[in-house]
DNA sequence: GAGCTTGATTTGAGCGTTCCAAAGGCATTG
DNA sequence: CAATGCCTTTGGAACGCTCAAATCAAGCTC
C-alpha cells in the first residue's frame, strides 16, 4: 500500500500526475481536470481521482503548470533598503499583508533586491526576461519613476503603492488618502477646542507633502479658520524640523499637525527647548504610525496607513488587470485613520505622564 | 534584422534557446552548453553563439530549467507579522540582505505568508511539495521550534537566523553574539568610570535574554566587580522595564545595560520618573539598535546587529549545503558592534542636549 | 433506426530546457 | 593505412504538465 496522507513525499519522490492516474485507474489529462475544472468529470470520477491524489500526497509541480501555461503565479517585489530615516518605517508589515493576500489568491511574492539609489530597470526585466513573474506591485514610486511607462509599455501587469503626482496617470494604483488624514487631524484638534492649528511639512513640489497639507488646509477653511502664517515647510530629519517650526510656535499655535512623525519629533524638541511640554501646551499630531509613534512621551497621536488593506488591494487590482489586461486602469484611495494617544489630550484631563 | 539588445523581447514573444541556435548555426545543445559550460566550446563558436545571444536578448527561461533540473534556484523564507513590541524591529533590513545575497548567487527570495500565531509548517510543506523552493531561511527560531527537526528529517537545506537554545542542535544557523554585544557595552562603560553597572534582562528561559546577561556577567566580573543585586528581569514592554528598573536605580546603579532598546526605554521613563536624566545621571545602553534608539533624546547607546553580514551568511550556508548535503554543519556567530550615542556620555563633557 | 446533440474521457503533441549517448573531425600512433 | 585517442558538436529523449482535438457512449429528435 501506497504512503498514506499523513507523511507526504520527502525530498526526491515525486509523485506525478501520471501515477495518480495510473491509481485512480484514468487518463493523466482527467486527473489533470480534476484540480482544474472538476465541474467536467462525472462526481463519482472525482471522488476516485480525489482520493488518490490524497493519498498519495500529490502536488502538481509548479514548474511543469508554470512551462506549459506560461505563468509563473508569481509577483515580483522589488525591496529597497530602508536609508533609514523618513521612508517608510513599516515595510515589513506591508510586505506581510502583500504576502498573505497573494498567497490567498493562489500566488506568491517573489523579491528582489533593487539598490538604494532611484529604482532601476535591471531587476525588472531580468525578471521579465525569464519569465519569472507574473507582473510586480511597486512601492516607493518616485517623481519621475520611469517603471510605470516602462512596464505599461511593453504590457506588463503591474500596481503601485502610491500616486503618480505627476505626469500622466498610467495603470493602476492603490494608495492612502494623506488629505483625509490630516482633516481628520484638524477635525480631532477642533474638538478639542483648538484653533490655531498649524501644519509642519515638507517643501512644496512633494506629491505627499502637499496632499496631507490640502487636507488640513480644507478643514481649517471648512471651520472658518485662518491658514495664513500658520505653515512651515522643512526637510524630513529631526533637526530641520525642530528649527521649522519655531517661527509657528512663536506665532501662538496651539496644535501643530505635522506630514510625518519625524517632523513631529522636530516639534517636540522645538517645545521642550522652549521649556513647553507637547501635549500639555501645545498638541502634536504626526503622521505614518511609525513603531517609534507609541512609544514617545507623551505618546504621539498619529495617522495610520491601513497597510494590510493597502496589500490586499494592491493584489486584487494586480490580478484583476492580469485577467482583463485591457480593462480601464483602477485606482483604490483607502481611508488612513487617526490613532488618537497622548499628545492631543482633552482639555479638562490630566497632563500626560511625566 | 532581428530585432537589437536595446529593445529586448517585450512580452509574448519569447526567445528560445533554439531560435539562438538556428541564428548562430549551431545546434540547442551547443548553445546550453555555451551557458552552463562554456570551456566546453571552442573560443570561436563560443563567441559567436554568444553574440547570437545578445543579439537577439536571450534569457533562458527559468520554469524549463526548473523542469529540467529540478532545483528552483528559489529560497524561501516565511515572513511573519511583527506583533509589535519586543520582536525583530528591524525584518526588512535582514529580507533587504537575503534578497541581495540571494540575487547575487543567482537565486532568490520566495515569500510566503507565516501565521502570526507559532510557525506552522503548512506552507513549508506546500512550498516544498511543488518543488517550488531548493531550500529556506528560517527566521524567529523558537525555543519548541520544530522546523528544525522536520526538515532535516525529510532533507530540506535550511538556515537558521538564531541558535537553538535547548535540545540538540540540529542543521545550519547565523547568530549574533548577544553576549559579545553586551561584554563590549560595560567595557565602553567602565571606560567612562562606571562601576556600578546592572543589568537589565528578561525572566531566566530565554536563550537571547540569558546569552546577552552573560556577556555583562563575564565582564563584570573580568573587572572584579560585582554583579549580585545588579541584575533584574521584566516582561519586554516598556511599562514592565520601568518598574523593574527601580530597584536597581535605588541601589545607586549609575549604568544600565538593557537586553533591549525598549527595555532601555523603561529606564528612561524610570528615571524621568525620579527626576533624573538618562545618560547624565545614570548611563543607559540599550539593545538591537532599532530605529527609535537614534531619535530619542537623549539618543540611545545601543547594540547594533550586523544584520547584512547575516544575511549574506545565511544564504553562504544555505548554498554549501545544498552543495554538499552531507557536510557537518556549520554555525557562524557574527560579532555586534556598539553604537555609541548620547546616553553614554563622557564624563567630562557636556550634558546632552535638553 | 439514421442523424444529431450532449457529456465524459482519452489521445497526441508540445512548452524550453538539459541529460545521455553517440557521431564527426583531426591528430597521433603502431 | 587502419586503429586509437581526444576534442567538439549533435540528435534524441525526457522532465511534468495542459492545450486542442479526437474518441466514445448515451440520449434525443424526426
Not at 521579465?128 to 513573474?133: N, S
Not at 493602476?172 to 474638538?191: F, I, N, P, Q, R
Request: charged share 20%.
Amino acid at each position: 500500500m501506497p504512503r498514506s496522507t499523513s507523511s507526504p513525499s520527502p525530498k526526491g519522490s515525486p509523485v506525478t500526475l501520471a501515477m495518480v492516474a495510473r491509481r485512480a485507474g484514468v487518463s493523466p489529462q482527467t486527473v489533470s481536470n480534476a484540480i482544474n475544472s472538476p465541474d467536467l468529470l462525472r462526481p463519482e470520477t472525482l471522488e476516485r481521482v480525489r482520493r488518490a491524489i490524497d493519498e498519495m500526497g500529490y502536488r502538481p509541480s509548479r514548474a511543469a503548470q508554470s512551462l506549459r501555461t506560461r505563468s509563473s503565479k508569481l509577483i515580483g517585489y522589488g525591496i529597497q533598503p530602508a536609508p533609514g530615516g523618513d521612508t517608510a518605517p513599516v515595510m515589513d508589515r506591508f510586505l506581510h499583508a502583500l504576502s498573505q493576500a497573494a498567497d490567498e489568491a493562489g500566488y506568491r511574492m517573489l523579491l528582489f533586491a533593487c539598490p538604494p539609489g532611484g529604482p532601476s530597470l535591471e531587476g525588472y526585466e531580468e525578471l521579465l526576461g525569464r519569465h519569472d513573474v507574473d507582473g510586480f506591485v511597486l512601492s516607493n514610486t518616485a517623481r519621475q519613476d520611469p517603471r510605470q511607462a516602462w512596464l505599461a509599455k511593453r504590457g506588463v501587469p503591474f500596481v503601485g503603492f502610491g500616486r503618480m503626482w505627476s505626469g500622466r496617470q498610467i495603470g493602476d494604483w492603490v494608495d492612502v488618502d494623506g488629505a483625509s488624514g490630516t482633516d481628520a487631524a484638524v477635525e480631532h484638534l477642533v474638538a478639542l477646542g483648538h484653533r490655531r492649528i498649524a501644519f509642519l511639512g515638507w517643501p512644496r513640489g512633494s506629491g505627499v507633502g502637499d496632499d496631507r497639507a490640502e487636507g488640513w488646509q480644507r478643514a481649517m477653511r471648512r471651520h472658518g479658520l485662518p491658514t495664513r502664517g500658520r505653515r512651515a515647510a522643512s526637510a524630513g530629519d529631526i533637526e530641520a524640523a525642530r528649527i521649522a517650526v519655531k517661527p509657528l510656535l512663536d506665532a501662538g499655535t496651539t496644535a501643530v499637525v505635522a506630514a510625518s512623525d519625524m517632523l513631529a519629533l522636530g516639534c517636540y524638541h522645538a517645545l521642550r527647548e522652549r521649556n513647553a511640554a507637547p501635549g500639555r501646551d501645545v498638541a502634536v499630531v504626526g503622521f505614518d504610525d511609525s513603531p517609534t509613534a507609541g512609544i514617545l512621551s507623551p505618546s504621539l497621536t498619529t495617522v495610520a496607513q491601513p497597510l494590510e488593506a493597502v496589500g490586499g488591494e494592491c493584489v486584487r487590482l494586480l490580478l484583476a488587470r492580469m485577467a482583463n489586461p485591457a480593462a480601464p486602469p483602477e485606482r483604490v484611495l483607502l481611508e488612513p485613520s487617526l490613532v488618537v494617544r497622548d499628545s492631543t489630550p482633552t482639555p479638562g484631563s490630566d497632563a500626560p505622564a511625566p
